[in-house]
């Protein structure tokens, strides 16, 4: 699982700033971060400590969202 940069509080406000043009990044925690590699990515909010609350997959690109969020 991957996070956004940006601790999103719900997926609609993620949905609402990639709508907006808004350059969204992602990071992967743990052993396999922080870069993601391009392609689907499992994408859960909001960050930890908080209870996960949304997940989405979405397609990354150079460590940005590109397309739709799912």
């Known amino acids: 699982m991957a996070y956004t ?3 999103f ?3 609609k406000a993620l949905k609402t700033a990639l709508k907006a ?5 992602v990071r992967q925690e743990g052993q396999f971060g922080p870069n ?3 392609g689907p990515v499992y994408l859960e909010g909001p960050h930890y400590p908080a209870r996960h ?13 590109v397309g739709k969020v799912k």
């Open 36 to 38: 993601v590699e391009d």
């Open 9 to 11: 509080k719900t997926k």
């Open 5 to 7: 940069v940006y601790n």
């Open 53 to 65: 609350s949304w997940y989405a997959i979405a397609v990354v690109k150079d460590g940005v969202i």
């Open 21 to 25: 043009g808004d350059v969204v990044r």
